[in-house]
């Protein structure tokens, strides 16, 4: 069916249709514009943990890294001392002169091994001669007051001599006597036998020098020719059977120190320097050494790589004090950044070919035999897997695209 517009509400319906039409297009273009304009951005990514780090499984292959965990053990702390290799008093003797005197031989040679008794320079001097002449006299004068005290007592017992002449020879007799044991003494100090002496009646020119006991020649201080006094040392001899360690403790750490204590030391003289030798505490000093505030500690040594040390040879010494069971990694699992110390452990697998691992503070302790005490500032069970090997090349991939590595 067809309807028909009349020409009279052609027109008014036809400017309403157009405005329907425009309105409608302009909601349309009003939509599509709207639907064209551009979504927000995303929010950016939460930043990583600067303490994570995470390396593909080839990575850790060429790294040669290594995860284990926590081990516990017995670790001693420790005591740092100074000191040097040194050998008892007795051990060590300096040979002078009794008597000053011209040194006429030397027998030895400084490091020559010698026996007890073993003649080490032979001295001259007029002195010599004088006191063995006197030892003779004064031997020959007792005989006459011993005879002359007989001759008085018999007199005495007959009541013909006076009791003041008997007197008198017993005073003389007894002065005497201990003139002669005077001058036996001397000449036995200068190691001459008054013995032999009053035997033979030889007077001998020259007087030797003896060692009172057996060990190596440590200095010759003298030569031929040379008169000497009383108070100059010729030569030295050691002893080595008995060296030890001669340690200075400071006054802040003696009360830690024990009789039986373990020391590992160290001889930054010799080539090995770095080579560790043993001792243990057998004394500890009761008083301070003058104004360094220390006390000594001796300490005898341990093992066969001793045997080749000398007296005088200085020390790095620490003593092992009591100590606990604690905690321990190997070194190579710690990096030092001061007074901390930082480990990694193993956070967790990200995928199957890459693996993830967190960086901890840690407090670095004693150390013995390749291992480390430590204390982690946080809690961290014994069960947590720890970078045993290759913690410093995780150290620099997580310091990668940071702005410092702290």
């Known amino acids: 069916m067809k309807f028909l517009l009349s020409p009279s509400i052609s027109l008014p319906l036809a400017s309403l249709l157009l405005a329907s039409c425009l309105t409608g297009c302009k909601q349309d273009a009003s939509s599509e514009a709207k639907g064209a304009t551009p979504a927000r951005p995303a929010a950016p990514a939460a930043p990583t943990d ?34 040097v290799v040194d050998v008892p008093p007795q051990n060590l003797v300096s040979i002078s002169a009794v008597l000053g005197g011209y040194v006429q031989q030397v027998q030895v040679l400084p490091g020559q091994f010698v026996k007890k008794g073993t003649t080490v320079a032979v001295l001259r001097h007029p002195d010599y001669l004088k006191l063995q002449e006197a030892y003779l006299q004064s031997r020959a004068r007792v005989r006459f007051l011993s005879q002359e005290l007989e001759r008085q007592r018999i007199l005495d017992v007959e009541d013909v001599g006076a009791k003041r002449k008997l007197q008198q020879a017993q005073a003389d007799y007894a002065t005497e006597q201990a003139t002669q044991r005077s001058l036996a003494a001397q000449l036995g100090q200068l190691n001459i036998s008054a013995e032999r002496l009053a035997s033979s009646g030889r007077i001998q020119p020259t007087v030797s020098l003896t060692t009172p006991l057996s060990g190596y020649v440590r200095t010759v201080n003298t030569n031929p020719g040379q008169f000497v006094n009383p108070q100059d040392v010729l030569v030295e001899i050691v002893d080595r059977s008995d060296l030890h360690l001669q340690l ?17 030391f160290t001889v930054p003289s010799r080539r090995m320097a770095q080579e560790i030798m043993r001792a243990r505490v057998f004394l500890v000093g009761k008083a301070f050494e003058n104004d360094a505030r220390t006390v000594t500690v001796h300490a005898h040594l341990e093992g066969p790589e001793t045997e080749t040390l000398l007296p005088g040879q200085y020390v790095a010494a620490r003593i092992q004090t009591a100590g606990q069971r604690t905690r321990t990694l190997p070194e190579e699992a710690l990096i030092q950044a001061g007074e901390l110390s930082y480990g990694y452990v193993q956070t967790g697998a990200t995928s199957t070919s890459t693996a993830a691992f967190r960086r901890i503070k840690m407090k670095a302790g004693a150390a013995a035999h390749g ?36």
Do not use: H
């Open 50 to 83: 600067p303490e994570q780090v995470t390396i593909s499984a080839a990575q850790a292959q060429a790294a040669g890294i290594a995860l284990g965990s926590f081990t516990r053990q017995n670790m001693a702390s420790e005591v740092q001392a100074n000191g």
């Open 248 to 264: 200075k403790v400071f006054e802040r750490d003696v009360a830690r120190i024990r009789v039986g204590q373990s020391i590992l």
């Open 371 to 406: 291992d480390v005490a430590v204390t982690p500032l946080d809690p961290i069970p014994d069960t947590t897997r720890v970078v045993l090997r290759g913690a410093y090349f995780l150290d620099a991939e997580r310091g990668k695209g940071q702005g410092n590595d702290d």
